[in-house]
């Protein structure tokens, strides 16, 4: 319900043009099952960059609701979601892009927030200021090339 | 994910005491303060909660230093605010020449008031917060200037007045006149804000108990305020709390004493009906 909205509001609004080469939050294609086949941006990930992403507070903060073994060093982990160690074992590759970019296209009605999105929000904020948002679309919490370093890095996961 | 935590019972108390846990509060602990107040913590859940069978203070999911320090009023750093609410009682103020205490005579008198609010009232034909009312009392009754909504002397005030109702269970209405905004409260609880999609309910219904990074999420009741936060230092107030917890959805809040956090104020006191009046209470 929400979903159909939220891809109704993204038809009616231009989204900002994307840099060259990458594909735009509102062009990313799903499978059925919320997989991404294609690259966001056509350069391969940077696992190292991936990590750092997923303990800033400021981007990824995947460690408020995710804890990992290979981010041991980072305080405080979460335990809202599953535990990322296996992850690249479990999840294909582009599955983890649209686990990523839009969980909710894999897990229905998940609490995971969607970090490749733009519109489709209820009472957008201006980040952490509680004011209201300045434009109808927001920047996605992550850009292209921090979704593939992410997924990168979750490709390293594997099972023992 | 797991909630294999909340099966409590001798295996986990063996376990706690042969483990440090450090960061974990000891959540069958029992509230007394000043070894005289005994507190409920924990009781069923009111019949309107579909998805829970208990609640819980969110005093049980604090360490046990932060929980000790509600247990001696001489160490709940709350108290300085209630003794400078108490010469505010005692203050005339205003055009009437009245002070709280020429109507109300001692604080004493409002004991059980806290644990039924927000209620209606009827001359008004409104939901009124204690906020609502104490400021309806400063201007109609006493011809003095409003209060801001969670200025520190409201909220001082506020604690005054929730302390001579500790230990009482929450008790607010929900039907009746007050129906249609209670209902508007439970449509806010469970509608996901913000760029980050999340309700009150994903944190504080679905996830309780556990860890969001370093944060251990309580089930979000209001009983406990105001509370002091060692965070900041201070007594807060609930609508500032949820103005704080709406900010963290990277969502757009509402006012501070709007009609939505005064509905959304009713429907969370009421998911606590059953649980002591705690203000004012200490958390993190």
């Excluded at chain 2, 909504?149 to 007050?178: C, F, H, K, T, W």
Aim: charged fraction near 20%; proline fraction near 5%; aromatic fraction near 6%.
């Amino acid at each position: 319900m929400r979903l159909a909205l939220g891809m109704a509001a993204m038809s009616v609004l231009v989204a900002g043009a994307a840099p060259a080469g990458e594909i735009a939050p509102k062009d990313v294609v799903y499978d059925e099952y919320g997989a991404v086949e294609t690259s966001l941006t056509g350069v391969p990930g940077d696992p190292a960059n991936g990590a750092a992403v997923l303990a800033n507070r400021g981007t990824g903060n995947c460690v408020a609701c995710h804890a990992s073994t290979a981010l041991a060093d980072v305080p405080f982990h979460g335990e809202v979601g599953p535990m990322l160690d296996g992850a690249g074992s479990r999840w294909s590759e582009a599955e983890l892009r649209g686990l990523i970019a839009n969980a909710k296209m894999t897990f229905d009605g998940t609490i995971m927030p969607a970090f490749y999105k733009t519109s489709g929000y209820i009472r957008p904020g201006n980040a952490f200021t509680g004011k209201a948002a300045e434009t109808p679309e927001l920047p996605p919490l992550l850009t292209a090339q921090e979704v593939e370093d992410v997924v990168a890095f979750l490709m390293t996961l594997k099972d023992e | 994910m797991t909630r294999a935590n909340k099966t409590k019972g001798l295996v986990a108390a063996a376990i706690a005491a042969l483990v440090a846990l450090p960061v974990v509060a000891d959540e069958n602990a029992k509230l007394i303060v000043n070894d005289e107040i005994e507190m409920i913590t924990e009781a069923p859940a009111p019949d309107h909660m579909e998805n829970m069978t208990i609640i819980r203070s969110g005093w049980t999911f604090r360490t046990k230093e932060t929980q000790a320090l509600q247990m001696d009023d001489f160490e709940n750093p709350g108290m300085p605010a209630v003794d400078a609410a108490m010469d505010a009682w005692n203050t005339v103020e205003g055009t009437a020449g009245k002070a709280c205490a020429t109507c109300h005579e001692g604080p004493e008198s409002m004991k059980g008031v806290r644990a039924v609010y927000p209620k209606w009232n009827e001359a008004a034909g409104e939901v009124r917060t204690l906020t609502m009312q104490i400021n309806d009392c400063r201007t109609t009754n006493m011809g003095a200037e409003e209060w801001k909504y969670i200025a520190p002397e409201m909220v001082a005030m506020e604690a005054l007045i929730s302390m001579q109702s500790r230990g009482m269970p929450v008790n607010v209405a929900i039907d009746g006149p007050v129906q249609a905004t209670w209902e508007q409260g439970k449509e806010l609880y469970y509608t996901r804000f913000g760029q980050l999609e999340l309700s009150c309910a994903n944190c504080h219904e679905d996830n309780y108990d556990n860890l969001i990074r370093a944060d251990h999420l309580s089930q979000g009741h209001i009983n406990g305020f105001p509370v002091y936060r060692l965070k900041n230092t201070r007594l807060n107030a609930v609508h500032d709390r949820f103005r704080g917890c709406i900010r963290d959805t990277r969502g757009e809040t509402f006012s501070v004493g709007s009609p939505e956090f005064v509905a959304l104020e009713l429907y969370v006191a009421s998911r606590g009906n059953g649980l002591s009046v705690e203000g004012p209470s200490v958390r993190n």
